[in-house]
Nanobody, 115 residues
Framework: VQLVESGGGLVQPGGSLRLSCAAS????????MGWYRQAPGKGRELVAE???????DYADSVKGRFTISRDNDKNTVYLQMNSLKPEDTAVYYC??????????WGQGTRVTVSS
């Protein structure tokens, strides 16, 4: 499974960005799609995840500001990020769980929130 991410960049505090991630390849069954991030000097953390069932999890730090959505027909997941803060600066990685316990990671897209 290949993941192609887009939408990162530089934005001022309070601004918005939308990340996209399209999955392609031999996808037997996608169980969940989501986004993780890794800030400089820190570990990778879950930002948001959406299961095929529709259930959604958000990190507490992004609740009310970020919205994850998914287009099952296109095997694409989106992350709408509003009211961005400097502490949201990180490399954002798309993650897909599929089949029986398999997963795949995107190459990462950098988000920088700075004035």
């Amino acid at each position: 499974v290949q993941l192609v991410e887009s939408g990162g960049g530089l934005v001022q505090p309070g601004g918005s960005l939308r990340l996209s991630c399209a999955a392609s390849g031999s996808i037997f069954r996608i169980n969940a799609m989501g986004w993780y991030r890794q800030a400089p000097g820190k570990g990778r953390e879950l930002v948001a995840e959406i299961a095929t069932s529709g259930s959604i999890d958000y990190a507490d730090s992004v609740k009310g500001r970020f919205t994850i959505s998914r287009d099952n027909d296109k095997n694409t997941v989106y992350l709408q990020m509003n009211s961005l803060k400097p502490e949201d600066t990180a490399v954002y990685y798309c993650h897909v769980e599929y089949g029986l316990g398999s997963d795949s990671w995107g190459q990462g897209t950098r988000v920088t929130v700075s004035s």
